[in-house]
T-cell receptor
Framework: ETGVTQTPRHLVMGMTNKKSLKCEQH?????MYWYKQSAKKPLELMFV???????ENNSVPSRFSPECPNSSHLFLHLHTLQPEDSALYLC????????????FGPGTRLTVT | GENVEQHPSTLSVQEGDSAVIKCTYS??????FPWYKQELGKGPQLIID?????GEKKDQRIAVTLNKTAKHFSLHITETQPEDSAVYFC?????????????FGTGTSLTVIP
């Protein structure tokens, strides 16, 4: 596989569930990102990892918990979410944190019921 | 922080016509401006970008222009085709400093009518 992959592509979960989103990049990049995409809103940066270290956390509620075990994999652990958390969650990677070009995965469409 | 505004939010053109999408930004330190195309069910894909030391860049049917003085940049698509139908996003990246991140526009939904 090439590029940035995300699983699952679709997820429906109740507010009391715990689930995880997975992202994998096959580009040899050193920085990875989680974004939230909601209708009619700009992409919202949630977390940034550079060389497996979290370097950005944009006031994201603690019910979202990221994990970066190595430079190729990124997880977003979800628990006790709210209906307003329903959105498309996009993972991206770049060569370096400030290199400019970011490559996005296809996203996970999350619905919280 | 940076604020990026994008217009129009929707755009319909006849096949073969040109399409122009405009973005403005507020932070004069921004120095990198990518454009992304997002098709239904897919993530955003980088289609063209421009850095602040360049005024215009072209790649086949797409071009981007940058006016640093006015703080705006535009995407131009010529000879549009139905497969150009998608949502297009602009973004701005302030200069390299701590806390650096992309700021995105709200997107333009482009429909090319056959």
């Amino acid at each position: 596989e090439t590029g940035v992959t995300q699983t699952p592509r679709h997820l429906v979960m109740g507010m009391t569930n715990k689930k995880s989103l997975k992202c994998e990049q096959h580009l040899g990049h050193n920085a990875m990102y989680w974004y939230k995409q909601s209708a009619k809103k700009p992409l919202e940066l949630m977390f940034v990892y550079s060389l497996e270290e979290r370097v950005e956390n944009n006031s994201v509620p603690s019910r979202f918990s990221p994990e970066c075990p190595n430079s190729s994999h990124l997880f977003l652990h979800l628990h006790t979410l709210q209906p307003e958390d329903s959105a498309l969650y996009l993972c991206a990677s770049s060569q370096l944190r400030d290199s400019g070009e970011q490559y996005f995965g296809p996203g996970t469409r999350l619905t919280v019921t | 922080g940076e604020n990026v505004e994008q217009h129009p939010s929707t755009l319909s053109v006849q096949e073969g016509d040109s399409a122009v999408i405009k973005c403005t930004y507020s932070d004069s330190a921004s120095n990198y401006f990518p454009w992304y195309k997002q098709e239904l069910g897919k993530g955003p894909q980088l289609i063209i970008d421009i850095r602040s030391n360049v005024g215009e860049k072209k790649d086949q049917r797409i071009a981007v222009t940058l006016n640093k003085t006015a703080k705006h940049f535009s995407l131009h698509i010529t000879e549009t085709q139905p497969e150009d139908s998608a949502v297009y996003f602009c973004a701005a990246l302030p200069g390299f400093r701590a806390g650096n991140q992309f700021y995105f526009g709200t997107g333009t939904s482009l429909t090319v009518i056959p």
